[in-house]
Every structure is written in C-alpha cells, then in structure tokens.
C-alpha cells in the first residue's frame, strides 16, 4: 500500500497532469445518488469503486483514478489541496468494514458486506473523515483488487 510519501514523489514527476491520471484500467465504480437512501434529505451519496489491482501499482494511481471519477471539471484547481490535504492513515480490515457499514445503513438497497468477503486482505488507508470533513473516503487493497469508498453530503 502507498504513502504520502509516494504521492510526493509521484507528485514531482506528474506536476501539474494530476487530472489526466483518470484512466486505470478495469475501474468501475457504482454510485448511490441521495434518493438512494432512506432519508433522501440528507443529501448523502455514496461511490464504490473497484479494480483488479494493475502490475506494479501500490495503490496510489488506482486511488487518483477513483478520486477522478467523481467529476472535477470545473474544480481542477482544487484537486492538488484536495488529494494532499489526505490523511493516508493506516487501518486494519474491521475498521474498513465497520466505515463501510456504517456510511451503508441508511440505504434502501445496500451493497452485500463486507464487500470483498472472498479475498485476503492486505491493507487499507482512511483518507479522510468526518473528524475534519463532510466526507468519507477509504482505499483498501485486496489480493487480487483495490476498493476505493466515498461517502459525502451537501447537507
């Protein structure tokens, strides 16, 4: 799994080309949009993405990519503060389960959990939290993929 310090030096290298790092691939991703849940006042959504992890990567260009697919045109000034404003702290399997569950009660027809029942875990990072942010997001990678979960609200 990566650090800051390989964003750092990613970050070098790719200057100002952040917005172009969008393509991974086999990405998909599911979106649960506000009328997905229970209480659609509260204006949450939720996006899962995943990917087969690619040869060679850490994580860190599977984690751009998923950042990415939320649609930045129009905030591209924004994505370096964003993307270096993370926390990448460690957490173990139980912590990424207990995130997800958490942010997937309240909907109507939530996600079969834990959503990769089936492989090894190998490490996950909370990149941010509603400790400081209005958002959730939590990349954990797997034996044969990467999980990238955000949960955010406009309310």
């Keep these: ?4 310090i390989d964003y750092e030096k990613l970050l070098q290298i790719e200057c100002c080309r952040l917005q ?5 691939r086999g990405l998909f991703y599911i979106c649960y949009p506000q009328y997905a849940f229970q209480v ?10 995943r990917s087969p992890k690619a040869q060679g990567d850490n994580g860190l260009r ?3 990519a998923a950042e990415l697919a939320d649609d930045w045109r129009g905030r591209e000034p ?12 460690p957490i173990n399997e139980l912590a990424f389960n207990d995130l997800v569950a958490t942010y997937c009660s ?3 027809t939530p996600p079969i959990l834990p959503l990769a029942s089936d492989q090894v875990f190998l490490g996950a990072l909370l990149m941010y939290s509603m400790k400081t942010e209005f958002f ?10 990467f999980i990238h979960f955000a ?3 406009t309310a």
């Design 1 to 4: 799994m990566f650090c800051r």
């Design 20 to 24: 172009h790092l969008g393509a991974y």
């Design 40 to 49: 659609p006042d509260g204006e949450e959504s939720i996006r899962i993405t």
């Design 62 to 64: 599977f984690w751009l």
């Design 78 to 89: 924004y994505l370096h503060d964003y993307l270096s404003g993370a926390y990448f702290e």
């Design 106 to 108: 309240g909907l109507v």
């Design 136 to 145: 959730v997001s939590v990349i954990a990678e797997y034996e044969s993929e």
């Design 151 to 153: 949960w955010e609200t």
